[in-house]
């Protein structure tokens, strides 16, 4: 009997404990779809040139932000962290993270592969040309706009400073905006990340 009543407590203390952590919550950082978005199709080209499309989005979680390789200060700060960043999420799950160049007309193929082997050679540095480009960028909840004057100088991109999370069933997920404080770049939080996504990532099962 008393063995019955114990094995009866453990099994409430472990539905307490999964019900617990199934009510965890993102942070503030985060915007968790509770229906994740259905993606257009698209085709983009990859530092190999090889063409990259929504089935390379398929059988894994995907983290896509944009830059260029012209980037003063976000881009390379933000796939540094990255770099990190994808080392903790890859133990929880398959994964895999996207350089979406928004410069297609400077950021030639031997450019973006040169560019991100500084930071990881896995990772897929892809663009388009804008007009494939920009609708693919706003379907994942992101946006950028060129700043040239026509002038045929340098010039700078604006773009997102937050990173999309793509399912493996290839929809969109979540976004994951970057920390804005006073006097510094806009830049993602690593740790709320991490623990963002692992929060996603158990909802999701």
Same mark, same amino acid.
């Given at each position: 009997m008393?063995?019955?009543?114990?094995?009866?407590?453990?099994?409430?203390?472990?539905?307490?404990?999964?019900?617990?952590?199934?009510?965890?919550i993102?942070?503030?950082?985060?915007?968790?779809?509770? #229906?994740?978005?259905?993606l257009k199709s698209?085709?983009?080209?990859?530092?190999?040139?090889r063409?990259?499309t929504?089935?390379?989005?398929?059988?894994?979680?995907?983290?896509?932000?944009l830059?260029?390789?012209?980037?003063?200060?976000i881009?390379p700060?933000?796939?540094? #962290?990255l770099?990190h960043?994808?080392?903790k999420i890859?133990?929880?799950?398959?994964?895999?993270v996207?350089? &979406?160049?928004?410069?297609?007309n400077?950021?030639t193929?031997?450019?973006r592969?040169?560019y991100?082997?500084?930071?990881?050679?896995?990772?897929?540095?892809?663009?388009q040309?804008?007009k494939q480009?920009?609708?693919?960028?706003?379907?994942?909840g992101l946006?950028?706009?060129i700043?040239d004057?026509?002038?045929?100088?340098d010039?700078?991109?604006?773009?997102?400073?937050s990173?999309a999370l793509?399912?493996?069933q290839g929809?969109?997920e979540?976004?994951?905006?970057?920390?804005?404080k006073?006097?510094?770049?806009?830049? &993602?939080?690593a740790?709320?990340?991490?623990?963002?996504?692992?929060? &996603?990532?158990?909802?999701?099962k």
């Amino acid at each position: 009997m008393r063995l019955t009543l114990m094995f009866i407590s453990l099994g409430i203390l472990l539905s307490i404990l999964t019900a617990c952590k199934s009510d965890e919550i993102v942070s503030e950082l985060t915007v968790h779809y509770p #229906k994740p978005k259905e993606l257009k199709s698209f085709e983009l080209l990859d530092q190999h040139e090889r063409v990259v499309t929504n089935q390379d989005l398929a059988g894994r979680w995907n983290l896509l932000f944009l830059g260029y390789t012209s980037c003063p200060d976000i881009c390379p700060m933000t796939l540094s #962290k990255l770099t990190h960043i994808n080392t903790k999420i890859s133990q929880l799950a398959d994964s895999q993270v996207w350089f &979406i160049s928004v410069d297609p007309n400077r950021d030639t193929s031997v450019k973006r592969r040169a560019y991100i082997d500084y930071f990881d050679n896995s990772f897929i540095a892809a663009t388009q040309q804008h007009k494939q480009l920009f609708p693919f960028v706003r379907d994942i909840g992101l946006i950028y706009a060129i700043n040239d004057d026509g002038s045929g100088g340098d010039y700078f991109v604006d773009h997102s400073a937050s990173i999309a999370l793509i399912n493996p069933q290839g929809k969109l997920e979540a976004i994951f905006k970057p920390e804005f404080k006073h006097g510094e770049v806009p830049n &993602i939080n690593a740790d709320k990340m991490v623990r963002d996504f692992r929060i &996603i990532l158990e909802k999701s099962k």
